[in-house]
């Protein structure tokens, strides 16, 4: 049985492992794949300090994860609050998949999102992941420009 629950610090070699594994996934990397240094120590400063929630799915070993990473900004009047978040990480083990656990764990994080006052849930989407998202109520969106700033560090 599908065990859900919020990843805490102790977590973090799981939420590296999972982590790691959606990133080969969905980018076709092999098995043995290396990941920068960079990425590694960005990563795991990023589930140690950052204002995110990651649901982890455990069926004795983690099967799933989505991540919630929430982002406060200056209030407008279509987000009064100010507060947005943004899905990332959303992956699901491809032997346990079609068996509602990304459903559950999105789930659990608009749950809480709604919770915290959040007004916008953003998202990058793959082909395989759409259908899911529309389930929740998500909806396309062609209001977004977006610079891509090349930089480094953490």
């Known amino acids: ?18 982590r790691l594994e959606m990133l080969r996934a969905v980018n076709d990397l092999p098995e043995d794949y290396v990941f920068t240094d960079e990425l590694m120590a960005c990563s795991r400063e ?3 300090n950052a204002n995110q929630t990651t ?6 070993k983690v099967v799933g994860c989505a991540t919630m990473c929430y982002i406060d900004m200056m209030p407008t009047f279509s987000h009064p609050t100010g507060k947005r978040a943004h899905l990332m ?13 990304a459903f559950q764990m999105l789930g659990i994080l608009i749950n809480e999102a709604k919770e915290k006052g959040v007004t916008e849930i953003s998202l990058d989407a793959t ?13 396309e969106s062609n209001e977004c420009m977006v610079l891509i700033v090349n930089g480094t560090n953490c």
């Open 127 to 139: 082909e395989l992941g759409r259908d899911l998202y529309k389930k929740h109520g998500f909806v």
């Open 89 to 101: 990480n959303v992956f699901t083990n491809s032997q346990y998949r079609r068996q509602g656990i």
């Open 46 to 48: 990023y589930f140690k």
């Open 55 to 60: 649901i982890l799915a455990i069926d004795e």
């Open 1 to 18: 049985m599908i065990s859900y629950s919020k990843a805490t610090e102790d977590d973090l070699e799981l939420l590296m492992q999972s």
